[in-house]
T-cell receptor, first 112, second 114 residues
Framework: DAKTTQPTSMDCAEGRAANLPCNHS???????VYWYRQIHSQGPQYIIH???NNETNEMASLIITEDRKSSTLILPHATLRDTAVYYC?????????????FGQGTILTVHP | DGGITQSPKYLFRKEGQNVTLSCEQN?????MYWYRQDPGQGLRLIYY???????QKGDIAEGYSVSREKKESFPLTVTSAQKNPTAFYLC?????????????FGDGTRLSIL
């Protein structure tokens, strides 16, 4: 699976959009970009995933660059409950199962 | 509500003792997974199962065992052969084992050694 690089930490004001970047410059054509988040002492929560196209769901939007070497997770209106560690991961397609490998992630702190 | 239930939330093991962690899902998912998370580290896959009565070793299966006798249940046994069992254990499930199907997690079991 391709390696991902994320900033160690980011801050965001409550009510503003949080834009979390992720670099995956070695991604292959059949690898998916996934985003999860984890609040301390809880299990990871799935947020969104995509292959080539931008995706949006009730939680967030995922913007993938045309060359697929980077992506941005957008939380449109951050709340205090969005404070968590956010993981960007790449999952290989074309295999029989999807193994998740989390890196260090980005600690997002939402301030009042 | 549909979801994944792990129990207990906290578990203590004595030296030489086997312990079993429970994972139950009512999402009708075929695939289930066990991961281990150590402080400051990412997830490591212990075992996974894509269908009832079948399971495969992950990256760190030594000292662990599983069974998948029912679709909704995937218990993990930490045996005495696992020399460093203190960790946060996470169970996940997905509709199928395909890479384009997101995995959904339970809230974990924290295992400590007495």
């Amino acid at each position: 699976d391709a390696k991902t690089t994320q900033p160690t930490s980011m801050d965001c004001a409550e009510g503003r959009a949080a834009n979390l970047p992720c670099n995956h410059s070695t991604i292959s054509g059949n690898e998916y970009v996934y985003w999860y988040r984890q609040i301390h002492s809880q299990g990871p929560q799935y947020i969104i995933h995509g292959l080539k196209n931008n995706e949006t769901n009730e939680m967030a939007s995922l913007i993938i660059t045309e060359d697929r070497k980077s992506s941005t997770l957008i939380l449109p209106h951050a709340t205090l409950r969005d404070t968590a560690v956010y993981y960007c991961i790449v999952v290989a397609g074309g295999t029989s199962y999807g193994k998740l490998t989390f890196g260090q992630g980005t600690i997002l702190t939402v301030h009042p | 509500d549909g979801g994944i239930t792990q129990s207990p939330k906290y578990l203590f093991r004595k030296e030489g003792q086997n312990v079993t962690l429970s994972c139950e899902q009512n999402l009708n998912h075929d695939a289930m997974y066990w991961y281990r998370q150590d402080p400051g580290q990412g997830l490591r896959l212990i075992y996974y199962s894509q269908i009832v009565n079948d399971f495969q070793k992950g990256d760190i299966a030594e000292g662990y065992s599983v069974s998948r006798e029912k679709k909704e249940s995937f218990p993990l046994t930490v045996t005495s052969a696992q020399k460093n069992p203190t960790a946060f254990y996470l169970c996940a499930s997905s509709i199928t084992g395909a890479p384009d199907q997101p995995q959904h997690f339970g809230d974990g079991t924290r295992l400590s050694i007495l």
